[in-house]
């Protein structure tokens, strides 16, 4: 267990509609990252929080949004669903910013868009 | 642009020596760092280098040559569990970039 809290695990929706997957980060832990991971795909980097604030965007979607509380959990919001967004999104968690490459992972949050 | 290149899938036997190889094009990058998934999981930390050199732990080393842009991953005595998908993964400007990923096969 990484200590990294995601959910839902998995969800189900319809194209058009619009989902929020949840993080509650490693304790202590103040940076959060969200990737996507499609079938036979790596691990595309969408976005990046340090305590509140955005520090790195990737290749995220107009149609997708994400926020980092002052609690410091994060959640993803992914609008206008394509079929296409099926996929599995995992947060990670780090200390600080990405000094020694190590973050921990959640179990990730199935998506699948019908 | 910022890539890491590394073979798809790699095959090897039971009790073997495998070298998952990992080449990237991340100017201004602090480290390279692997990362395993078994299927349906999450990635999990398994080696970091920040500076050129190797890193041991235990049945797993690391390598990192800045020079020749270029990482490797060896994992010895390999046990049917290590059946897994290798990540190699750099950072730079608060991004973690991640290799596609190399499947490893392991024989009995």
């Known amino acids: 267990d990484s200590g990294v809290t995601q959910t839902p695990k998995h969800l189900i929706t319809a194209t058009g509609q619009r989902v929020t997957l949840r993080c509650s980060p490693r304790?202590?832990?103040?940076?959060v990252y969200w990737y996507q991971q499609s079938l036979d795909q790596g691990l595309q980097f969408l976005i990046q929080?340090?305590?509140?604030?955005?520090?790195a965007k990737g290749n995220i979607l107009e149609r997708f949004s994400a926020q980092q509380f002052p609690d410091l959990h994060s959640e993803l919001n992914l609008s206008s669903l394509e079929l296409g967004d099926s996929a599995l999104y995992f947060c990670?968690?780090?200390?600080?910013?990405?000094?020694?490459?190590?973050?921990?992972f959640g179990e990730g949050s199935w998506l699948t868009v019908v | 642009g910022q890539s890491l290149e590394q073979p798809s899938e790699v095959t090897a036997v039971e009790g073997a020596i495998v070298q998952i190889n990992c080449t990237y094009q991340?100017?201004?990058?602090?480290?390279l760092s692997w990362y395993q998934q078994h299927d349906g999981g999450a990635p999990t930390f398994l080696s970091y280098?920040?500076?050129?050199g190797l890193e041991e732990t235990g049945r797993f080393s690391s390598f990192l040559s800045r020079s020749d842009s270029y990482g490797y991953l060896l994992l010895q005595e390999l046990q049917m569990k290590d059946s897994a998908s290798y990540f190699c993964?750099?950072?730079?400007?608060?991004?973690?970039?991640f290799g596609k990923g190399t499947r490893l096969h392991i024989l009995p």
């Open positions: 304790s202590g832990d103040l940076s």
């Open positions: 929080y340090y305590n509140g604030e955005e520090r």
């Open positions: 993964a750099a950072g730079r400007d608060d991004k973690i970039i």
């Open positions: 991340t100017s201004g990058f602090y480290g």
């Open positions: 990670a968690s780090s200390v600080n910013s990405p000094s020694g490459n190590t973050i921990y």
């Open positions: 280098n920040g500076l050129d």
